[in-house]
C-alpha cells in the first residue's frame, strides 16, 4: 500500500464529471483537504462577455454548435467515453460529501478568506472561472491547472481539435501549468500529446487529455522538489468553440472529428 503524500491540496472546481474524475484519480495518493465548488456562471454573463469579443453571428454559429451538435455528439460516442474511462481506471463516483464547500465564486473574498484558513500547498484547478487578479495576490501557494491543449501554441479551449484542424498533430495535448494573471500563460510544468483511435472526436478528446494530465499531475506532486521543466511565452491567440457550420464543413470535407 502507498504513503499518502503530506501535501495538503484543495481541489477548487465545478461540480462536473471532470472535477469527479480528478479527486478519484488523486484521493488514494495525496491529501485532498477540502473540495471548494463553485456555482456555474450566470449564461448571461458568459454570452455578454463572449459577443463583445466576437460579435453576435459568430456566437450564434457558437451556440448553435454548444447546444445542439455538441451533444449529438456527445450521445454518439457515449460506448468510447466509457472504453475510455474503464482503460485507463477513471471513475465519476461521487465527491466525498464531507470535503465538499460550495460557494458562489472562486473569487469571492470569502472563498479567498476559507483558502488561506486552511494553508494548503497545493490548489488544483477544475473548471473554474478565470481566478481574480486579487485571489492570485491574496493566495499564498501554487495554483496547477490541466490544460487541454499545448501552450502557447493552444491556449483557450479544445485545444485538440483545434490542433488536429490545423494539421498539428503533433501538439494535439495537454498542459500542465502554474496559474498566472494570463489565460493559460502560466509556467509549464509537464506537457504530453494524446493517442487516438479512429471513434475518437470532439467529444472524447477532452477526456483523453484529461486522463494524460492526471498523469503530469501526479508525477509533478510526487516529486520532492517540484521545480519547473518548461519555458511558456505569451506569444499565441486564444482559441474557442467552433462553430456549427464550421464543424460540419471541417467533418465532412477535411475529415477533423
Not at 478519484?24 to 495525496?30: A, H, P, R
Not at 497545493?122 to 490541466?146: A, E, K, W
Request: proline share 2%; charged share 20%; aromatic share 12%.
Amino acid at each position: 500500500m502507498s504513503k499518502v503524500s503530506e501535501l495538503r491540496i484543495i481541489l477548487l472546481g465545478t461540480n462536473s464529471k471532470s472535477t469527479k474524475i480528478l479527486y478519484n484519480s488523486l484521493k488514494t495518493d495525496f491529501k485532498i483537504q477540502k473540495i471548494i465548488i463553485e456555482e456555474k456562471e450566470s449564461k448571461f454573463f458568459f454570452l455578454k462577455r463572449r459577443f463583445k469579443r466576437i460579435g453576435f453571428l459568430k456566437l450564434l454559429d457558437q451556440l448553435l454548435f454548444i447546444y445542439i451538435l455538441s451533444k449529438f455528439l456527445h450521445y454518439l460516442s457515449y460506448k468510447r467515453y466509457d472504453e475510455i474511462l474503464i482503460n485507463n481506471n477513471l471513475s465519476i463516483l461521487p465527491l466525498n460529501s464531507s470535503l465538499i464547500v460550495l460557494v458562489k465564486s472562486v473569487n469571492e473574498f470569502s472563498t479567498i478568506e476559507l483558502i488561506n484558513s486552511l494553508n494548503p500547498d497545493i490548489i488544483v484547478l477544475s473548471g473554474t472561472r478565470i481566478l481574480s487578479s486579487n485571489f492570485l495576490d491574496s493566495v499564498n501557494c501554487q495554483i496547477l491547472n490541466i490544460h487541454a491543449g499545448i501552450t502557447p501554441y493552444f491556449r483557450g479551449v479544445h485545444g485538440a481539435y483545434w490542433a488536429y484542424l490545423n494539421k498539428q498533430s503533433n501538439l494535439a495535448g495537454v498542459t500542465l501549468h502554474r496559474v498566472d494573471k494570463g489565460i493559460d500563460t502560466g509556467q509549464i510544468l509537464g506537457q504530453g500529446i494524446i493517442q487516438i483511435q479512429s471513434n475518437d472526436n470532439f467529444s472524447t478528446y477532452p477526456l483523453l487529455q484529461l486522463n494524460l494530465g492526471i498523469d503530469l499531475l501526479k508525477k509533478y506532486l510526487s516529486k520532492s522538489d517540484r521545480m519547473e521543466l518548461l519555458k511558456s511565452d505569451n506569444n499565441s491567440i486564444l482559441w474557442y468553440h467552433p462553430g456549427f457550420f464550421q464543424y460540419l464543413y471541417y467533418r465532412f470535407f477535411h475529415g477533423v472529428k
